[in-house]
């Protein structure tokens, strides 16, 4: 099946099976929290409490595991989703699109605000049932919306796998392995209103394309054997998927401090009292970063693009380079003072030889401030990214690396804090981030060595991830080295309707 013609409705549809395993998850979890009998008796005699029964952790395991899949399916998705509903054929278009990646996260954001605010406090302080119902019903109002909105969506018939897809130009571009790609005919079906780029990068998947005899087509032009013959638009679409891992890999470097594991820890041990009977919780420092985040989206969209539009002719807009650059050194800016601020903080209570330091909370915001400031650089352009430099059919598989990339940097972080325990721990020494204790720690170290990774990861981006970033222009497969094979009869030189290769003819020769 052709690959073009998958847009938008495989993300409405992934987003409608999604959402019926969302609500249900979210339901059954509120019904353990409503229904007694489906959860343990409420303890009375600590330690000595009744364990949950094996079908009550089943329900609750289920719920658990629905919740999982809908906010798989619904993450990605809802992302490619919503960018297809801008016409890119135009200025105007493209502008919207790129604002949109930016109220997106902006709406996440405000979402996580209210959810680890109002709702935990609900949850917490007044009814679980009451705390969980209130999503549930947020659910269902939302479900509601985008139900009555079907009518208005873009959205084409979904055919194909992508994945099946990838595995076949792997599987094809092996079988060929040996074959000389110079002076073979390559396939290249015609597709309706698609024009595919061909590249120079990862060459030796070109092999998959070359038409060995002339039996692998049938009378209709087509490919008999999809295992073993793969047109150049899925070849292509594999490469856009390689040519993000490169910024890809930087991004989680830059994800990395947006986990605050360690920021909570030294709110404990500081001085949380604003005034004499109120101490700050030290989870709500986490919103300061959402704060930042959400407060810089809205200055950047509400007031500095009308400004810079009004006083010069330039693109009011900051680059993918530029924003993921800034992204990094914040990061880096942002490891170093928590590094020196912690350092303040550990004397301050070895000298009043105290488990609380008498320094103020207060200190420890600029560190969270900038951890929100990075994720609304590097995390907005990266995905903002993937979604563009990703052919329409593989929107939520742009989406899907992006939420994978999060994850990657959140086991990576623990993956680091583990090895830096062990190698700092030996030989009866006080390790730099173990124990309870962080007054008997050395958590300023750790700090700076996330600072020096970060270096790295800067370095990295400047003078070898950065080459895959491009502007998008038009609606059409992209590339992001703009190098171009030359095409039979072609200059030396070729034009632009030579870079774009002919999808009216079946066969192409490959020099």
């Given at each position: 099946?052709?690959?073009?013609?998958?847009?938008?409705?495989?993300?409405?549809?992934?987003?409608?099976?999604?959402?019926?395993?969302?609500?249900?998850?979210?339901?059954?979890?509120?019904?353990?929290?409503?229904?007694?009998?489906?959860?343990?008796?409420?303890?009375?005699?600590?330690?000595?409490?009744?364990?949950?029964?094996?079908?009550?952790?089943?329900?609750?395991?289920i719920g658990l595991g629905l919740l999982s899949i809908g906010a798989g399916g619904i993450r990605p998705c809802n992302i490619a989703f919503g960018a297809d509903q801008f016409d890119t054929n135009t200025d105007k278009g493209r502008g919207q699109l790129e604002s949109f990646f930016n109220?997106?996260?902006?709406?996440?954001?405000?979402?996580?605000?209210?959810?680890?605010?109002?709702?935990?406090?609900?949850?917490?302080?007044?009814?679980?049932?009451?705390?969980?119902?209130?999503?549930?019903?947020?659910?269902?109002?939302?479900?509601?919306?985008?139900?009555?909105?079907?009518?208005?969506?873009?959205?084409?018939?979904?055919?194909?796998?992508?994945?099946?897809?990838?595995?076949?130009?792997?599987?094809?571009?092996?079988?060929?392995?040996?074959?000389?790609?110079?002076?073979?005919?390559?396939?290249?079906?015609?597709?309706?209103?698609?024009?595919?780029?061909?590249?120079?990068?990862?060459?030796?998947?070109?092999?998959?394309?070359?038409?060995?005899?002339?039996?692998?087509?049938?009378?209709?032009?087509?490919?008999?054997?999809?295992?073993?013959?793969?047109?150049?638009?899925?070849?292509?679409?594999?490469?856009?998927?390689?040519?993000?891992?490169?910024?890809?890999?930087?991004?989680?470097?830059?994800?990395?401090?947006?986990?605050?594991?360690?920021?909570?820890?030294?709110?404990?041990?500081?001085?949380?009292?604003?005034?004499?009977?109120?101490?700050?919780?030290?989870?709500?420092?986490?919103?300061?970063?959402?704060?930042?985040?959400?407060?810089?989206?809205?200055?950047?969209?509400?007031?500095?693009?009308?400004?810079?539009?009004?006083?010069?002719?330039?693109?009011?807009?900051?680059?993918?380079?530029?924003?993921?650059?800034?992204?990094?050194?914040?990061?880096?800016?942002?490891?170093?003072?928590?590094?020196?601020?912690?350092?303040?903080?550990?004397?301050?209570?070895?000298?009043?030889?105290?488990?609380?330091?008498?320094?103020?909370?207060?200190?420890?915001?600029?560190?969270?401030?900038?951890?929100?400031?990075?994720?609304?650089?590097?995390?907005?352009?990266?995905?903002?990214?993937?979604?563009?430099?990703?052919?329409?059919?593989?929107?939520?598989?742009?989406?899907?690396?992006?939420?994978?990339?999060?994850?990657?940097?959140?086991?990576?972080?623990?993956?680091?804090?583990?090895?830096?325990?062990?190698?700092?721990?030996?030989?009866?020494?006080?390790?730099?981030?173990?124990?309870?204790?962080?007054?008997?720690?050395?958590?300023?170290?750790?700090?700076?060595?996330?600072?020096?990774?970060?270096?790295?990861?800067?370095?990295?981006?400047?003078?070898?991830?950065?080459?895959?970033?491009?502007?998008?222009?038009?609606?059409?497969?992209?590339?992001?080295?703009?190098?171009?094979?030359?095409?039979?009869?072609?200059?030396?030189?070729?034009?632009?309707?030579?870079?774009?290769?002919?999808?009216?003819?079946?066969?192409?020769?490959?020099?």
């Amino acid at each position: 099946m052709d690959m073009a013609v998958r847009r938008s409705e495989y993300s409405s549809s992934s987003l409608c099976r999604s959402t019926l395993s969302l609500p249900r998850g979210i339901l059954t979890v509120t019904l353990t929290a409503g229904i007694h009998q489906l959860r343990p008796q409420t303890c009375i005699d600590r330690p000595h409490c009744q364990l949950p029964q094996d079908w009550q952790l089943c329900v609750l395991f289920i719920g658990l595991g629905l919740l999982s899949i809908g906010a798989g399916g619904i993450r990605p998705c809802n992302i490619a989703f919503g960018a297809d509903q801008f016409d890119t054929n135009t200025d105007k278009g493209r502008g919207q699109l790129e604002s949109f990646f930016n109220w997106w996260y902006f709406s996440f954001t405000i979402a996580l605000v209210i959810a680890l605010t109002g709702v935990v406090y609900i949850q917490t302080n007044i009814s679980w049932t009451l705390g969980f119902a209130i999503p549930t019903g947020c659910l269902a109002f939302s479900i509601a919306i985008f139900i009555l909105g079907r009518h208005t969506y873009i959205c084409k018939k979904p055919q194909g796998n992508i994945f099946l897809d990838m595995a076949k130009v792997i599987v094809a571009t092996y079988k060929k392995r040996h074959i000389e790609a110079s002076g073979r005919t390559i396939y290249n079906p015609a597709l309706e209103n698609t024009r595919i780029v061909q590249t120079d990068r990862f060459k030796f998947l070109n092999k998959a394309t070359i038409i060995v005899y002339p039996s692998e087509l049938n009378d209709q032009g087509m490919t008999n054997n999809g295992w073993r013959l793969c047109s150049l638009q899925q070849v292509e679409h594999f490469k856009c998927l390689l040519g993000i891992l490169p910024v890809w890999v930087a991004g989680i470097g830059c994800f990395i401090v947006m986990d605050q594991q360690f920021g909570v820890l030294q709110v404990v041990q500081t001085n949380r009292s604003i005034g004499p009977h109120f101490k700050v919780p030290p989870g709500w420092m986490n919103l300061s970063s959402m704060v930042a985040l959400s407060v810089w989206i809205y200055i950047y969209e509400c007031v500095y693009i009308p400004l810079v539009r009004k006083v010069t002719e330039k693109p009011p807009r900051l680059t993918m380079v530029q924003r993921i650059r800034i992204g990094i050194l914040l990061s880096i800016l942002c490891m170093l003072v928590a590094a020196m601020v912690e350092k303040k903080r550990r004397e301050a209570a070895l000298k009043h030889d105290s488990f609380i330091s008498p320094i103020s909370f207060v200190m420890l915001l600029p560190q969270f401030v900038l951890s929100g400031l990075n994720e609304a650089f590097v995390a907005v352009a990266i995905m903002e990214f993937f979604t563009l430099q990703m052919p329409e059919s593989m929107r939520t598989v742009a989406g899907a690396c992006f939420f994978f990339s999060l994850s990657v940097a959140n086991y990576l972080g623990s993956l680091i804090v583990n090895i830096i325990h062990k190698a700092t721990s030996s030989r009866g020494k006080n390790s730099w981030i173990g124990g309870h204790d962080l007054n008997e720690n050395k958590l300023d170290y750790y700090y700076y060595f996330i600072a020096s990774l970060g270096a790295l990861n800067f370095l990295y981006f400047n003078f070898f991830a950065s080459r895959y970033l491009v502007s998008v222009k038009d609606n059409e497969t992209i590339e992001m080295q703009p190098k171009h094979s030359d095409v039979v009869g072609g200059s030396s030189e070729p034009n632009d309707e030579e870079k774009v290769l002919d999808t009216i003819g079946t066969i192409q020769k490959v020099t």
